[in-house]
């Protein structure tokens, strides 16, 4: 069974400028999160989408970020403008579902992003 | 709220040594708890989970965890440190109650000394 793929997997940007992430989740799986991981600390929830709506996007700074899951599948995430303290990994997880608990919930390998 | 705490931000053992790893947690309702492990550069991968029944979890690579309720604590362990198991190590809560999303502790660092 394939994973969660996330690309890129490394992104070094310019303060100001703007970025984008995008995230393939395990087939059939309803529920896809994007994490947010700044050295040092545990990966913190920015979105969740059940499907193609969002659930959850309480601790999203959406001055700067977005996150869209158009046809229920992949994601993209971006940030624009960029801010150095953004530098971090973003992680993005899948599910089969919120109804299923935490059933098949994996981990992306994640996109480390520099902003210098 | 749900919440992590992970005591110790590094720990050092011997090859050979017992490992263990503290989390306490808080969960208004009952908790869903779980221990990743994260290698340089790599993503998250599931050590082992506790949802419901047995209190001691065994997991992958010799891990286990015993959920002890009125400790509110879900600590990690394993008898003997192998070189292999240097890495991060997060403990983390879900909530049932907020589409399943995890509360993650801040994180053990694990270093094994020959």
């Known amino acids: 069974e394939a994973g969660v793929a996330q690309s890129p997997r490394y992104k070094i940007i310019e303060k100001r400028q703007s970025v984008a992430f995008w995230c393939n989740p395990i087939?059939?799986?309803?529920?896809l999160y994007w994490y947010q991981q700044i050295l040092g600390q545990g990966p913190k929830l920015l979105i969740q989408?059940?499907?193609?709506?969002?659930?959850?996007d309480s601790q999203l700074p959406k001055d700067r970020f977005s996150a869209e899951r158009l046809k229920g599948v992949d994601s993209t995430l971006k940030i624009q403008p960029a801010k150095l303290e953004d530098s971090a990994v973003y992680l993005c997880?899948?599910?089969?579902?919120?109804?299923?608990?935490?059933?098949?919930?994996?981990f992306g390998s994640g996109t480390r992003l520099t902003v210098v | 709220a749900q919440s992590v705490t992970q005591l110790g931000s590094h720990l050092s053992v011997s090859e050979g040594a017992l490992v263990l790893l503290r989390c306490n947690y808080s969960?208004?309702?009952?908790?869903?708890l779980f221990w990743y492990v994260q290698y340089p550069n790599q993503g998250l991968q599931l050590l082992l989970k506790?949802?419901?029944?047995?209190?001691l979890v065994k997991g992958i690579n010799g891990f286990e965890a015993e959920f002890k309720k009125s400790e509110t604590s879900f600590h990690l362990t394993k008898p003997s440190a192998h070189m292999s198991d240097a890495a991060e190590y997060f403990c983390?809560?879900?909530?049932?109650?907020?589409?399943?999303?995890?509360?993650f502790g801040t994180g053990t660092s694990l270093t094994v000394i020959p």
């Open positions: 506790y949802t419901t029944g047995a209190t």
């Open positions: 997880a899948s599910s089969v579902g919120t109804g299923w608990g935490n059933y098949g919930y994996t």
């Open positions: 969960s208004s309702v009952p908790p869903y």
């Open positions: 087939s059939g799986h309803a529920t």
């Open positions: 983390a809560v879900s909530d049932a109650n907020a589409g399943n999303q995890f509360y």
């Open positions: 989408f059940q499907n193609n709506g969002v659930v959850d």
